[in-house]
């Protein structure tokens, strides 16, 4: 009896799932995507599901010749440009139309434009823009992509100084434009106005796709890839984030988290220093709470490199934090596996103790080509990362309007005023989550938390309808605890609690009185319905940026969770970890107060290790990270099945005594793979483009029945033939 898999079988084993949801799964044909300017070709051909091809003017332009080129090598193709900045320098300069649209960029207090590359500035988004980008979109509808991506709307917090900015504060306030540095309401009122804007400009041109895309038959997706509103309000650039969910037309986000973005240095137990994974674990959380209760679809970005240059080794460590910390959110599994494959695998980069740049190691490839390749067939999973759920941290947009410029009264040194709130518990082994005060109109946003921590020291509420659905949870017996001086000078700007009906100081004031909490309430413990209200008057940032002075917020924690909420015991450890299908997903923290390893129990394969040893146990050391395979959690082990490879799986055959495939991955790079076989084979037999291929590794093992074989990638395929 021969068995023909479908021919896009994914190289990791499909285990712990059924394996027709397993295939059904993959069918989908969206799983993993890579962004790529630059033109097809066989060195970085990395086989995800999805090409994703940026720009029109890109890589030299010939758009629709690099979209063929793509989708004749098996890819789904889509297109991504930047929506705030790009290779619009026809627009720009007046090539387009005969009219220079430079005054269009965003202007600093100096008078000077903020650029993005040469004849690239960040861009007010004018009607005339708007237009430009919707020629942009047509092209590539015309050119049969299935979704459009229009990336990172961003306007810097010290913009808002040109004439045309000042044109539309009028035209959306009604009143003549202030200058953002002169007050603290001023700097409020432009980053608010700089939200909206890209808001509607996302609005408009997502329209223009959905109509256009219909009036030619098709249906094309509109996604925004974006940094998460912890990275935004950490860089002071403003964006519209979490709004964009309810934004009709808009199908999904790519959270742009990556070690750029997770380096930013953090305060914590009084230190101002990089933390990689928990910032990365807090990001990627901060997006799932963006669409966790709207349905929208999420992908998970990593980047095996980043924009600013270190060394291969530093990049290496800083992958692994951040891969670790998206596969910890069981409830995504699609992923942009890499951003510009052309910049990873052609690029140099400098190497600890060598002069000379260099390009990237084939132990590093191989890795990074296990990892992303297990990513094709990551199942979603309904276990929980190990600890007490239930805690949760309020975040809102409006945190993206405090930042910048700093005025009298008020200071916020490295977005410690969340933090604060976050890193204690985190740090301690606690699955903190967060959650968007603009999805609490939402039902069930707040479903699963037992106790949530919230200030607005940092923020401010933009509606009184979250007012009302937090105290309404409260009521049902949600425990609320509020840390703030609520002193800052944004707790006066000019905002609904101080408007019409209501003549709040503060907008904490207006929610208090929901909860029957009149006038200014000192640090006590309030009840409200079956809820308790705790306010504690105190700045988050200070629990961070002090040493050893998160212990009272511990214990405030503790007893909201474990007696007034009993949710259970709120457990205190050094590590996360979580089981998806075969997968292990690992993490020890670094400042915990335990700093013993965590030991796992083999048989596991470590795929952080390109040479995909077998190991009896894996020990986790404080600070790292481990993604294993474990080969107790393959169900059908008669079934011949890839395991983990550095290279995806095609065209998969099984019969009585033979199995064979065929591996693609970028040629020139080595493939490794582990495999489950009833047996050990008689002689592997690999023939690439030109024939039979050199076989480095050939090494079976009884005791788990797993064959490693090494050879070298083909782009074109690589056939490998096993009996026994």
Not at 655 to 664: A, L, P, R
Request: aromatic share 12%; charged share 20%.
């Amino acid at each position: 009896m021969k068995y023909i898999l479908f021919s896009f079988v994914c190289c990791t084993a499909l285990t712990l799932m059924n394996r027709e949801d397993a295939i059904a799964q993959v069918l989908s044909k969206e799983k993993t995507t890579f962004q790529i300017a630059a033109p097809w070709k066989a060195a970085y051909d990395i086989r995800s599901d999805v090409a994703i091809v940026y720009g029109i003017n890109d890589a030299g332009g010939d758009f629709e010749e690099r979209v063929k080129g793509y989708r004749d090598k098996g890819y789904e193709v889509q297109f991504m440009t930047g929506i705030a900045w790009g290779q619009y320098q026809d627009y720009f300069t007046g090539k387009l139309d005969g009219i220079s649209h430079m005054d269009e960029g965003q202007m600093m207090r100096n008078g000077e434009t903020i650029w993005h590359g040469k004849d690239v500035p960040y861009i007010v988004p004018t009607t005339s823009y708007l237009n430009y980008m919707k020629s942009h979109v047509r092209r590539a509808i015309d050119a049969g992509v299935t979704a459009v991506y229009l990336e990172e709307p961003e306007f810097w917090a010290r913009a808002g100084y040109s004439d045309v900015f000042k044109k539309e504060w009028v035209k959306f306030y009604g009143f003549p434009w202030k200058a953002q540095h002169e007050s603290p309401e001023a700097t409020y009122l432009s980053s608010k106005l700089k939200y909206q804007l890209y808001f509607n400009a996302l609005k408009e041109v997502f329209s223009y796709v959905k109509s256009y895309s219909e009036s030619k038959g098709k249906s094309v997706k509109c996604y925004v890839p974006t940094h998460s509103l912890l990275n935004y309000s950490a860089w002071e650039i403003v964006s519209p984030e979490a709004s964009l969910a309810n934004l009709e037309g808009m199908d999904g986000y790519i959270a742009q988290v990556w070690t750029g973005t997770s380096r930013e240095p953090l305060y914590f137990n009084g230190i101002k220093k990089e933390r990689v994974f928990e910032n990365a674990f807090l990001e990627y959380g901060s997006m799932v709470s963006m669409t966790a209760s709207t349905g929208r679809k999420i992908f998970f970005l990593t980047d095996p490199i980043e924009d600013r240059q270190r060394s291969w080794e530093d990049y290496k460590v800083n992958y692994q934090a951040t891969f670790t910390a998206q596969l910890l959110y069981p409830m995504v599994n699609n992923y942009e596996v890499m951003p510009w494959p052309s910049r990873i695998y052609e690029g140099k980069f400098k190497v600890e103790g060598n002069a000379e740049k260099q390009p990237i190691s084939p132990d590093y490839a191989t890795q990074m080509q296990v990892m992303v390749n297990s990513l094709n067939a990551m199942p979603l999973s309904g276990n929980k990362l190990n600890g007490s759920h239930g805690v949760g941290i309020l975040l809102s947009n409006s945190m993206m309007f405090q930042r910048f410029p700093v005025h009298a009264g008020y200071d916020d040194p490295q977005l410690s005023n969340f933090y604060g709130m976050a890193l204690p518990l985190l740090e301690r082994g606690i699955p903190v989550e967060t959650v968007h005060m603009e999805n609490l109109i939402h039902p069930n946003t707040l479903k699963d938390i037992r106790v949530l921590v919230m200030s607005y020291a940092n923020m401010k509420p933009l509606s009184e309808r979250y007012h009302e659905e937090l105290a309404a949870w409260v009521k049902r017996g949600g425990v609320l605890i509020y840390y703030g001086r609520d002193n800052d000078p944004f707790q006066s700007v000019n905002e609904w609690w101080n408007n019409g009906q209501f003549h709040f100081k503060a907008p904490s004031a207006h929610l208090f009185s929901l909860m029957g909490i009149e006038g200014d309430p000192a640090q006590r413990t309030f009840v409200y319905g079956r809820g308790k209200v705790l306010v504690v008057r105190q700045d988050p940032k200070e629990l961070v940026m002090t040493a050893n002075a998160d212990h009272a917020y511990l214990e405030k924690v503790r007893e909201a969770y474990e007696q007034f909420a009993q949710a259970g015991k709120l457990i205190a450890k050094n590590n996360f970890v979580l089981r998806r299908g075969p997968y292990i997903i690992a993490a020890v923290l670094a400042e915990a107060e335990n700093q013993e390893a965590l030991s796992i129990k083999g048989p596991v394969i470590d795929l952080f290790d390109p040479a995909l040893p077998v190991l009896e146990s894996k020990s986790i050391l404080p600070g790292t990270q481990a993604y294993l395979y474990d080969l107790s959690a393959v169900h059908n082990r008669s079934v011949p099945q890839v395991l983990a490879a550095a290279a995806r799986v095609y065209a998969e055959s099984i019969e009585k005594k033979h199995y064979s495939f065929i591996v693609k991955s970028p040629s020139g790079t080595q493939n490794i793979m582990r495999i489950l076989l009833p047996s050990k084979p008689i002689r592997p037999v690999i023939d690439g483009p030109s024939g039979h291929l050199k076989i480095a590794k050939n090494v079976w093992d009884e005791k788990t029945k797993t064959l490693l074989l090494q050879f070298e990638n083909y782009s074109e395929g690589v056939t490998v033939d096993l009996r026994w």
